[in-house]
């Protein structure tokens, strides 16, 4: 169990992340109103397909981290191991 006064750490580490995050992405939004029924789906045209060449780039391409040190930004890593996809056996 953890202590009060670690507790009480935990709660302004969220603090900070949660600010951080909505400093980042914005305010929370009111969700959406619940569904009400059938309604009609939009039809969308087909895409139309181009074939284009595309060009190497001219100048040096920035990655995020160097985005975030010229920008003033802030960088969000993710070094979680991920396990492995289960294979099924059928």
Request: net charge positive.
């Amino acid at each position: 169990m953890a202590s009060k006064g670690d507790h009480q750490h935990l709660l302004n580490v969220g603090r900070e992340g949660f600010a951080a995050l909505d400093e980042f992405f914005g305010p929370r939004r009111v969700p959406p109103p619940p569904f009400q029924g059938l309604q009609r789906q939009r039809q969308f045209p087909a895409p139309h397909v181009q074939n284009r060449h595309v060009s190497p780039p001219k100048e040096a391409v920035l990655n995020c981290l160097e985005a975030a040190e010229i920008y003033g930004g802030a960088v969000f890593l993710d070094y979680r191991k991920r396990k492995p996809a289960p294979i099924r056996k059928v």
